[in-house]
């Protein structure tokens, strides 16, 4: 059955009047009654009982005026959604990003990316820097929040935040009650690190730092997850130098010192596979890098 001939059927059924019912259709009025008698002869019932002075709905006809009108209700819906996928409105996206960064400026993107488009659903995918990168070039997820610099083929990175280090201490700790902290002080004090398995640039910042106050620390654990990091430190197993995002999530039970004067950055860019981007992905990578998160 064709859409074309519903539409006919729709509108004559509205009208009851061949002359009018054509006029709205933009067509004469034999060519609609030959196609109302072929929509009739395909279905094998009378639609319309026809007089010379008016035309009405058969019970047939009346039936399938309901289900038209639901048919052509439902076509409407599908158009507009459609449309707003097209422009970005509607959809779906899939996010990766490293695990600390939720502690940082990632609530607040979400935050303006649930303002702007209210009904775009996402999927947020906690995963390391290498991991996103693959699941990017194999179009497993839409977007990634990845530490920088980083190494990578066919993959747009953009810097869009940076954030001081930090020293942490656990409140138990006898210099946690200082305003500042020579590092070279904790020269000889048992160090928490970053797993290999993190990103380089972490533990190269975290070293180039050590190296500018004169020592190298004494590595006695390694940690995959700033929050297991934080954990140990505050069980007063060892410092940390961490970046400074997680202070509002942490700083009960554990003391942070800013490492501002030193000019190493910890980087967080937005990371996107141009060859698998769709418009609804390409909308939330231009509403982030419309805003400046950069401090």
Do not use: W
């Amino acid at each position: 059955m064709e859409t074309r001939l519903l539409k006919y059927f729709s509108v004559l059924a509205e009208e009851l009047h061949y002359g009018k019912a054509a006029k709205r259709l933009h067509i004469s009025q034999p060519p609609l009654s030959r196609q109302i008698m072929d929509l009739e002869e395909e279905l094998g019932v009378r639609l319309f009982n026809r007089t010379k002075r008016n035309v009405q709905l058969t019970a047939y006809g009346e039936y399938l005026k309901g289900e038209s009108d639901r048919l052509f209700s439902q076509l409407d819906v599908i158009r507009n959604h459609l449309q707003s996928m097209k422009h970005g409105a509607v959809g779906h996206v899939k996010i990766g990003y490293v695990g600390d960064f939720m502690h940082s400026i990632f609530p607040d993107i979400l935050a303006a990316l649930k303002q702007a488009y209210p009904k775009i659903e996402t999927t947020l995918l906690e995963s390391d820097s290498e991991s996103q990168i693959k699941a990017l070039s194999k179009g497993f997820v839409d977007i990634g929040f990845v530490r920088t610099p980083i190494e990578v083929k066919d993959i747009i990175i953009n810097p869009i935040y940076e954030e001081t280090f930090s020293l942490i201490l656990s409140k138990s700790h006898p210099l946690s009650s200082r305003k500042k902290i020579p590092l070279k002080e904790l020269a000889d004090e048992p160090y928490i690190g970053f797993s290999p398995k993190c990103p380089p640039p972490l533990s190269k910042s975290v070293m180039s730092i050590c190296n500018r106050s004169g020592f190298s620390p004494k590595v006695i654990h390694r940690a995959l997850q700033i929050n297991s990091i934080v954990k140990l430190v505050e069980n007063n197993i060892g410092y940390s130098i961490i970046p400074i995002g997680p202070k509002a999530v942490f700083k009960e039970n554990v003391k942070f010192f800013d490492l501002k004067n030193y000019p190493e950055r910890a980087e967080i860019s937005l990371a996107y596979n141009p060859k698998s981007m769709d418009e609804i992905s390409m909308k939330v990578v231009d509403l982030i890098l419309s805003h400046n998160y950069r401090k």
